[in-house]
């Protein structure tokens, strides 16, 4: 299953449909000036510049890549409006690798996840609400051409992650968890986001259920533990088996 594709033909019949692939690379990331914390017209201005880098990768490819078969150029690449939903086939909206995160009561830093420095596996946490699986891998940014790419071992989700020091009553549920500017590289991958935002749907209704801020369920090891089981009733996953680092 090649990377990224999300419809393969020879799963199909002969001439149901060509393959399908969402393009996320290091040659469309967008340099020259960011899109928050701008006027909604410099933010527009680079919106439009990232688009029209997208536009002109995709002429590359189809006019001078080199082919796997001999020759420049794949002609038959082309843009798909019609899964997209879009007029021009991009996407909807522009991915944003990193977003704002909570100021956590604990903070997943590359001591806890990375397999250089943590040879025989990822720090276990007793307060875990999931896993993820990736590699820490960072693109370059408007700020720096920090391009970063080592290895992890698959890891947990901590329920400390999720709770913010001063605000009660407020839960991040995706990538804006108590993570660092590196272990976002590997936390912010959407299964990983998903389990966070199951974790925090969980965790608001157990915390309705028995009327307790979400800092008093991390803060007594019966209730964790209680809640620990609703998600592992739900299907959800705590811990790892034993693998290989990414």
């Known amino acids: ?17 060509p393959s399908l692939t969402l393009v996320n690379w290091p040659q469309i990331d967008y340099w020259l000036g960011p899109i928050v914390d701008v006027s909604p017209e410099e933010a527009q201005k680079h919106l439009e510049g990232a688009r029209q880098l997208s536009f002109s990768f995709i002429y590359w490819m189809q006019t001078e890549a080199p082919r796997h078969d001999g020759g420049e150029g794949y002609p038959e ?8 939903g879009t007029l021009d086939g991009m996407a909807k909206y522009p991915y ?12 997943v830093a590359e001591q806890h ?20 699986c990736y590699r820490i891998d960072l693109h370059p940014t408007t700020a720096l051409k920090n391009y970063l790419d080592v290895g992890s071992q698959p890891f947990q989700i901590p329920l400390g992650a999720l709770i913010p020091q001063r605000v009660e009553n407020l839960l991040p549920a995706c990538k804006n968890l108590g993570v660092t500017h590196i272990t976002n590289g590997c936390y912010r991958l ?12 969980v965790l608001a209704a157990f915390c309705l259920d ?23 009733s739900d299907g959800v996953e705590l811990d790892w088996p034993q693998l290989h680092a990414v």
Do not use: M
Not at 190 to 201: D, F, M, R, S, T
């Open 210 to 232: 028995e009327k307790l801020a979400p800092r008093a369920v991390r803060n007594s090891p019966e209730k964790l533990r209680e809640f620990q089981k609703r998600l592992e």
């Open 1 to 17: 299953w090649p990377y990224r594709q999300i419809l393969r033909p020879e799963h199909f019949q002969e001439g149901f449909a």
């Open 77 to 84: 690449i082309r843009l798909r409006p019609d899964v997209t």
């Open 113 to 132: 996840v990375s397999s250089d420095l943590r040879p025989d596996g990822a720090q276990k946490f007793e307060d875990s609400v999931g896993v993820g």
């Open 96 to 107: 944003i690798r990193e977003s704002r995160r909570i100021l956590a009561e604990f903070t």
């Open 190 to 201: 959407h299964p990983v986001e998903w389990n966070i935002g199951e974790a925090a749907g």
